[in-house]
């Protein structure tokens, strides 16, 4: 028996990312490393990051390098910015959970357009502030706004009900853990997609374009989780042995993969505990 599990990228099959970074090192890890390429030594060192991320990085800045000036911020520079910050610090995964997909206006007012983010002496094209398609970064919420939100998700009603809203099934848990670490570092937060991109029938054969160490783990055991539900409902209601349609799955995303090398399967392995 073979079954196929197949999701839409343009409904909720969208591989969210959250990542914690300032404005300063939004410029000192990435606009600055584009006129001064020989920053990256300096700031691995640093930041001991290992040899095999810092030549990830090399490779990010190289690409961001041949941008096309035309081209759309959020899927060039804006998705390199985020994947950048996964090689210094800690980000987040939350499936389908983009403040960016909110038609109702509440929360915009907690977010940064980019063009006052961007150095002035940086030409970029069109700036669209929200995810534009697939590998895309999206909203940025300031340091002082990740503070609001926060306060304001405890104490405000509209607020609190709209981000349980975007982050259901569990994932408040997830975006809340983002905030607060946020907070407690003094960051603002970016958001991205595609960045990583988790295999629910088997992690290890995930794709993460930034470091996958510094990927907090617990949404995509979320992601895991729930698929593994469907699967046991489906079997449910076909009347078929538990674990079938696991076993014999395969996963396929309708969307197309940048030409970039995958991680190593032990890495999710050794994330994992598995």
């Known amino acids: 028996m073979y079954f196929s599990f197949v999701e839409n990228i343009n409904s909720m099959g969208w591989d969210i990312s959250y990542h914690p970074i300032s404005e300063e ?26 040899d095999f991320y810092k030549d990830k990085y090399k490779e990010t800045i190289q690409v961001a390098k041949n941008t096309a000036p035309e081209a759309l911020f959020e899927t060039s520079h804006g998705y390199y910015v985020a994947v950048v910050q996964g090689f210094f610090q800690k980000f987040f ?18 977010y940064k357009n980019w063009q006052d983010i961007i150095p002035k002496e940086r030409p970029v094209g069109e700036v669209k502030n929200t995810i534009a398609t697939n590998y895309s970064s999206g909203v940025y919420i300031p340091k002082e706004n990740v503070v609001a939100l926060l306060r304001d998700y405890e104490h405000d009603k509209t607020i609190n009900e709209e981000l ?9 848990k997830v975006f809340l853990k983002v905030l607060n ?5 003094n960051l603002g937060i970016l958001e991205a997609t595609e960045v990583i991109e988790p295999d629910p029938l088997d992690l290890n054969e995930s794709l993460c374009y930034s470091n996958l160490f510094n990927c907090d783990p617990e949404g995509a055991k979320l ?3 729930a698929a593994m ?27 197309h993969k940048p030409a970039e090398k995958k991680e190593k399967k032990s890495f999710w392995n050794r994330l994992f505990g598995k």
């Not at 410029?27 to 640093?46: A, G, P």
């Not at 939350?94 to 915009?108: I, Q, T, W, Y």
């Not at 076993?247 to 969307?255: H, K, R």
Request: aromatic share 12%; proline share 2%; with cysteine.
């Open 229 to 255: 539900q469907q699967f046991a409902e489906m079997e449910k209601e076909q009347g078929i042995a538990p674990g079938t349609i696991s076993s014999d799955a395969t996963y396929q995303v309708t969307n």
């Open 164 to 172: 349980n809203r975007l982050f259901s099934h569990g994932r408040i």
């Open 93 to 110: 995964y939350v499936r389908g959970g983009a403040l960016s997909f909110c038609e109702n206006k509440p929360l915009d007012k907690y």
């Open 181 to 185: 670490f946020a907070k407690k570092n």
């Open 25 to 50: 090192q939004i410029k000192n890890w990435y606009f600055d490393v584009l006129d001064n390429e020989s920053l990256i030594d300096q700031l691995t060192r640093e930041n001991a990051i290992e």
């Open 223 to 225: 992601y895991q989780e």
